[in-house]
């Protein structure tokens, strides 16, 4: 089972932090070509793919993977920009997909109304990784290290996060940036000094899921909670964080239909490493 890494050149917050990838030993050049995408090999679990359309707009790249080369895809971790109001620095992690639009409506950001990709279980643990390696490389505190609720495309099936840089055209660019995002992928999936962090499988471990339910869209309440849950517990393995559904995003007439896909992220939140 491998992991694929995506990254698409218009972008410099998803390009660069690839090359900085691609500088760690063990990469094969090239591998597979499906599609129009290019891949690299590392091993026998980490792919990087690497295209030229927008991040979100490449749809089911799971799927097609698995079509393409018999692999299984265990996760997929995109790399991208963060835009915000604010135009504020920025490192974010978040899962993805937009189960608050129904059925006809436009999905303007990629993925399709009312579909949610199970979330990844790492993403509460590399928040706390994310937050060390940008301390050590000084981009705190001029940059916020934070989670961001659900949102956008593009359409997976397996557990998926984004990992984010923002919020400017300068932030984007930024190399020391790109290396943090680097590294966080190369550590937290155990291909540094420590093992892997944030795997789970429900049928041989009892930790803690948190799913969160309402909240603004940088979800601080939910972000106390993760912390604090970190700090108070012997081992910062020992909570997973799920699915992260803002306030906005809930409307009391769907809660059958939203809670069914809620459910069906607990069912497919397994990964099999």
């Not at 979330?119 to 643990?125: D, L």
């Amino acid at each position: 089972m491998v992991t694929l890494v995506v990254a698409t050149t218009l972008d410099p917050a998803s390009i660069n932090p690839a090359k900085a990838l691609l500088t760690m030993p063990g990469w094969h050049h090239p591998g597979p070509l499906f599609d129009g995408i290019r891949s690299f090999i590392n091993g026998d679990k980490l792919r990087l793919l690497e295209h030229d359309k927008s991040i979100i707009a490449e749809d089911d790249l799971d799927q097609r993977w698995e079509n393409a080369t018999g692999e299984i895809v265990d996760e997929i971790i995109f790399l991208s920009k963060h835009t915000a109001v604010s135009n504020l620095p920025a490192l974010t992690i978040h899962p993805i997909g937009i189960p608050h639009l129904k059925e006809g409506d436009e999905a303007p950001q990629g993925g399709r109304p009312g579909w949610a990709a199970p979330p990844s279980p790492r993403m509460g643990q590399w928040l706390i990784l994310l937050k060390k390696i940008a301390q050590s490389h000084n981009l705190i505190p001029e940059f916020e290290i934070t989670l961001e609720a659900t949102h956008h495309g593009p359409v997976t099936s397996k557990p998926t996060m984004f990992i984010e840089i923002g919020s400017t055209e300068d932030y984007w660019k930024r190399v020391d940036a790109a290396q943090v995002i680097a590294l966080l992928v190369w550590e937290g999936l155990g291909f540094g000094e420590e093992a892997s962090i944030g795997n789970w499988s429900s049928k041989s471990e009892r930790k803690k899921v948190l799913l969160g339910i309402g909240g603004g869209h940088y979800v601080p309440r939910h972000m106390d909670i993760i912390l604090g849950a970190f700090i108070q517990m012997v081992s910062a393995d020992c909570v997973l964080t799920g699915k992260m559904v803002p306030g906005w995003a809930i409307f009391y007439p769907d809660i059958p239909c939203q809670w069914k896909i809620l459910a069906n992220q607990k069912q497919n939140l397994e990964p099999k490493i």
